[in-house]
């Protein structure tokens, strides 16, 4: 079985500030990782991915995630945060020895405030 | 431009009626899903297909049926619906069967039964 938790219904800060977005995983073998932001009346655009390597993976739009295998979490970062990264933000898992269904978390709600 | 179109965008019908949500891809991704939304913003799978003429269920059950005739179409229907229908539902398509491969959302459909 594979899960994600997303702790923080919502986060908000001041614009210029640093954003993290928190989310923890469980999966029976290795994950792949995924972040996706849905801005109001949209689909959701994907972000950046963990597969394999280093665990700093850097995205669109400025974010970047770490994964730590240790702490079985994958938190997003924008060191600077814009008015415009408002949005809903949702982790998203894969265990890599399962099937090809990913499961969300139940998504956080940014606001970042001028 | 390779893209994934939901039609109609909103729909509001009354009780009973059949209807069919719309997805389309130019992508040529053989893999597509759709997802069911709810009012808290979880994101569940509902149907999945990894080609022409395949299609799965879910995890979460529903009263929806899904067609793979051709790769880029994969069409939602309801038969007879209902006020617990009322979602939004998300059509995805991802290109291959590698487990990393992010999947590319449409815009969505907001269905209001009433």
């Known amino acids: 079985a594979q899960s994600v938790a997303q702790p923080e219904d919502q986060v908000n800060v001041a614009e210029g500030n640093p954003l993290t977005v928190k989310c923890t995983y469980s999966?029976?073998?290795?994950?792949?990782l995924f972040w996706y932001v849905q801005y109001p009346n949209r689909g959701l655009q994907f972000l950046l991915k963990?597969?394999?390597?280093?665990?700093l993976v850097k995205g669109s739009y400025g974010f970047e995630a770490e994964f730590n295998k240790s702490q079985t979490s994958f938190h997003l970062k924008k060191p600077s945060a814009l008015v415009s990264d408002s949005a809903l933000y949702f982790c998203?898992?894969?265990?890599?020895?399962?099937?090809?269904?990913?499961?969300f978390g139940a998504g956080t709600t940014v606001t970042v405030r001028a | 431009e390779a893209d994934i179109y939901q039609t109609p965008r909103y729909l509001v019908i009354g009780t009973g009626k059949k209807i069919t949500l719309e997805c389309s891809q130019t992508?040529?991704?053989?893999?597509m899903y759709w997802y069911q939304q709810d009012p808290g913003m979880e994101l569940h799978l509902i149907h999945y297909?990894?080609?022409?003429?395949?299609?799965e269920k879910g995890d979460l059950s529903s009263e929806s049926t899904v067609s793979r005739i051709r790769t880029e179409h994969f069409p939602l229907t309801l038969e007879s619906a209902r006020p617990s229908h009322t979602s939004q539902y998300l059509c995805?398509?991802?290109?291959?069967?590698?487990?990393?491969?992010?999947?590319?959302f449409g815009p969505g459909t907001r269905l209001t039964v009433l």
């Open positions: 995805a398509s991802s290109e291959r069967d590698r487990g990393y491969d992010e999947q590319f």
């Open positions: 999966v029976s073998g290795n994950p792949y």
């Open positions: 998203a898992v894969r265990d890599m020895g399962g099937d090809y269904k990913l499961s």
């Open positions: 992508m040529g991704h053989d893999k």
């Open positions: 963990y597969i394999t390597g280093d665990n």
């Open positions: 297909s990894y080609g022409v003429n395949s299609t």
